[in-house]
T-cell receptor, first 113, second 113 residues
Framework: AQSVTQPDARVTVSEGASLQLRCKYS??????LFWYVQYPRQGLQLLLK??????VVQGVNGFEAEFSKSNSSFHLRKASVHWSDWAVYFC???????????FGKGTQLIIQP | DPKIIQKPKYLVAVTGSEKILICEQY?????MYWYRQSAKKPLEFMFS???????DNQTASSRFQPQSSKKNHLDLQITALKPDDSATYFC????????????FGHGTKLSVL
């Protein structure tokens, strides 16, 4: 069965610093991968999605993620974080088509002034 | 304005009672979903509907029954409530399958005493 691991429950970075949130997946075949963000007291919103093709995917608000088949990873990056990025970030995997999304446990991002 | 409306935002119930969680989407989407987010587990897929037909069910208990009276409605009836049912329940929708962008509601936080 497919699964997603986000090894860091919480990540703290200074405003303006770079960011990487880690995501490892377990899946047979070529997965479809997603990053969703949950701002305080809101539902989840899609940041970016990977379909088989270019391994680096650009998302909204300066986020990008890189797919690595050899490492079974789909890490999320941002060059310079802003206080408004304070949120919980979820990585998710799917087989494609109408298959359901399987989510990781999420990583809480905390921004220090 | 929220395009996916979930009612109520907060719900307190006693063990053994029955509650209905309401979800309406005004995005014109054909597919709707229920997910559950509890303190102990990652965001879990529960049900998916497409054109008011059940497509996928990953909820073992028959105490959870989705109800779709209209194309843009997918309510969730929960009977014989247990404390372990305490969680935030998110409704979501997408144009077609789960690998299109999912739009989430703000959630209903259910506490079972």
């Amino acid at each position: 069965a497919q699964s997603v691991t986000q090894p860091d429950a919480r990540v703290t970075v200074s405003e303006g610093a770079s960011l990487q949130l880690r995501c490892k997946y377990s899946y047979f075949g070529t997965p479809y991968l997603f990053w969703y963000v949950q701002y305080p007291r809101q539902g989840l919103q899609l940041l970016l999605k990977y379909y088989p093709g270019d391994p680096v995917v650009q998302g909204v608000n300066g986020f990008e993620a890189e797919f690595s088949k050899s490492n079974s990873s789909f890490h999320l990056r941002k060059a310079s974080v802003h206080w408004s990025d304070w949120a919980v970030y979820f990585c998710a995997v799917s087989m494609g088509g109408a298959d359901r999304l399987t989510f990781g446990k999420g990583t809480q991002l905390i921004i220090q002034p | 304005d929220p395009k996916i409306i979930q009612k109520p935002k907060y719900l307190v119930a006693v063990t053994g009672s029955e509650k209905i969680l309401i979800c309406e989407q005004y995005l014109g989407h054909n597919a709707m979903y229920w997910y559950r987010q509890s303190a102990k587990k990652p965001l879990e897929f529960m049900f998916s509907y497409s054109y008011q037909k059940l497509m996928d069910n990953q909820t073992a208990s028959s105490r959870f029954q989705p109800q779709s009276s209209k194309k843009n409605h997918l309510d969730l009836q929960i009977t014989a409530l247990k404390p372990d049912d305490s969680a935030t329940y998110f409704c979501a929708s997408s144009q077609e399958g789960a690998n299109e962008r999912l739009f989430f509601g703000h959630g209903t936080k259910l506490s079972v005493l």
